[in-house]
């Protein structure tokens, strides 16, 4: 777990290193800030689990930074220690749902008994968010696995995913044996997990589609996009973001766009089933693009690979096509 201290006096910060009990609780990183506007930043970047500031601070304080807080709908924990016993901050700590409230000076039992409650109720509301979390992917997966015999995606999906879709449709498939194979202690479920985390991640910042299990065929990953005049660049940048994310490289195959998405999830298994491929892959060395290209040649060996599940041999492969496309 992490754990952010916001106060602009710098004793403040290094009573609370060292009367904090971070080391039993399971904290092990623990950041600084001085002002508001830089736990921002940090709480952005970082997403600590739980939150201790001050409340009066100069540039950013603590009440605009509790807004914040409560405006991004964080799960954080947020503790208050402030040396005024004010109605203005009691009241602004209570308004944006923080944990509690301590005063200065800090009473060390005080301190940690707050900070394992704090921790107590993370750690199950988040094992209930989780848990929701998985029932609602689960579910959603189904639905968009359904989806792709059908000529549109249901309303109900729609509404979901809280997007308006428009067409075309167009399909990509990532074929998940070598990935499961090679990554992840095998753990298929946790293959799956990463890498639509990591598509979806890009694709919806981007509003440009979604990447979800495909319930029924067997370790297959399937991306429904809109919104895309050039698939070559999205599917590129997505093959970089899951480089860059998981550190794997994969090959994506895609089809042509329709209307209708069930001849759009067509076209992307007719481009794997006919030998036709259309590899759209960026080598290991981050920030490479490359062309893409019909390779017919290496059409069978490709095929078989993915099937196999060999990642030495498709990396064997995947060289002759690189040479290919540099030639």
Known sequence: MKAIIVDDEKHVREGLLLLADWE??????????????QAMQLISKHRPEIIFTDMSMPRCDGIDLLRWIYENELTAKVIVISGYDDF???????????????????????LN??????????????????????????????LLSDSL???????????????VICKPY???????????????????DIAFEKVIETCNQFLTKKDKGVAFKNTNKDEE??????????????????????KRANELDCLIVAGESSDELMLAYKSAKNTLDKFNLLTLTVQANEGEHYDLAYLLDFSVEVKWAIQSGSVEQ????????FNKIED
Do not use: C
């Open 113 to 142: 008994e707050t900070l394992t409650r704090a921790v107590v109720e993370w750690k199950q509301q988040n094992s209930a968010r989780l848990s929701t979390l998985e029932n609602n992917r689960a579910v959603l997966d189904h």
């Open 149 to 163: 015999s059908q000529p549109h995606l249901p309303d109900r999906v729609s509404s979901q995913l809280n997007i």
């Open 170 to 188: 167009s399909v990509a498939i990532i074929q998940m044996a070598g990935i499961i194979q090679t990554a992840y202690k095998k753990n298929a």
């Open 88 to 110: 203005k901050y009691t009241k602004n700590a209570i308004m944006y749902g923080s944990f509690d409230y301590i005063l200065k000076p800090i009473n060390p039992a005080e």
């Open 24 to 37: 039993k609780l399971g904290i092990n990183t623990i950041l600084e800030a001085a002002d508001g506007n």
């Open 314 to 321: 498709l990396d064997r492969i995947l060289d002759k096509i």
């Open 221 to 242: 990953l399937v991306l429904i996009l809109w919104k895309t005049p050039d698939i070559k660049e999205i599917i590129n940048q997505v093959v970089l973001e899951i």
